[in-house]
């Protein structure tokens, strides 16, 4: 597609459920980052996809947290066991690293957890 | 590891007058720089990015930014701003070897009155 593709874009979700926030690169991008975006702190880093290589993992905030990516393309991001702290916009980003590192992101997922 | 700091949390300005968004970093090494831009409800779009080169950089929508490496700075201005420029802005970092995940500033609100 054109542009980077997050579903759903909103997400209303109970305490203690798990939820999947999908993420759909540019095509041709190797690289997929993932970021939570909470009120007034800016975009906190979770995860980082390049390629086949391991994924960088240092951003996640706990156990509760989790991503894949398949085939280098579509990823997952799933958080198990919800809590309220996890409210947050979850924005995906992708980037073609040959091409001077100009990331292109989603619209984001808004995560309500009641 | 790098830090970004942005001093403003909101910017007010009447409509036609010029603005300047602060942003400062910290680095061990030599950084790439990005302002991003959000309006409500989307993702993050690049204004204008410094990798190399002049050390001013014009971007997206006349917003231009100087790379200041003695004051680690990368402020965002705009001779002359309208309505429509009203939203967040984020300012972000990146090592320029090793990895590739930029670090984002908590971001600053420029509110536009008329």
């Known amino acids: 597609g054109a542009g980077v593709s997050q579903s759903p874009s909103n997400k209303v979700t109970e305490k203690g459920k798990d939820v999947e926030l999908r993420c759909d690169p540019i095509?041709?991008?190797?690289?997929l980052y993932w970021y939570r975006q909470s009120l007034g702190q800016g975009l906190e880093f979770l995860i980082y996809?390049?390629?086949?290589?391991?994924?960088?993992k240092s951003g996640l905030p706990s156990d509760r947290f989790s991503a894949e990516r398949t085939g280098g393309s579509v990823s997952t991001l799933t958080i198990q066991r919800t809590q309220q702290e996890d409210s947050a916009v979850y924005l995906c980003?992708?980037?073609?690293?040959?091409?001077?590192?100009?990331?292109?992101f989603g619209s984001g997922t808004r995560l309500t957890v009641v | 590891a790098q830090s970004v700091t942005q001093l403003d949390s909101q910017v007010p300005v009447f409509e036609e007058a010029p603005v300047e968004l602060r942003c400062n970093y910290s680095?061990?090494?030599?950084?790439?720089l990005f302002w991003y831009v959000q309006y409500p409800n989307q993702g993050l779009q690049l204004l204008l990015k410094?990798?190399?080169?002049?050390?001013l950089v014009k971007g997206i929508n006349g917003f231009e930014a100087e790379f200041n490496k003695s004051q680690t700075s990368f402020h965002l201005r705009k001779p002359s701003v309208h309505i429509s420029d009203t939203a967040e802005y984020f300012c972000?970092?990146?090592?320029?070897?090793?990895?590739?995940?930029?670090?984002f500033g908590r971001g600053t609100s420029l509110i536009v009155h008329p």
């Open positions: 680095s061990s090494v030599s950084v790439y």
């Open positions: 996809f390049q390629g086949n290589s391991a994924p960088d």
């Open positions: 980003a992708s980037s073609r690293l040959t091409e001077n590192y100009g990331y292109t």
């Open positions: 095509s041709g991008h190797t690289a």
């Open positions: 972000a970092v990146s090592a320029s070897g090793g990895s590739y995940i930029p670090t």
């Open positions: 410094y990798l190399s080169g002049s050390t």
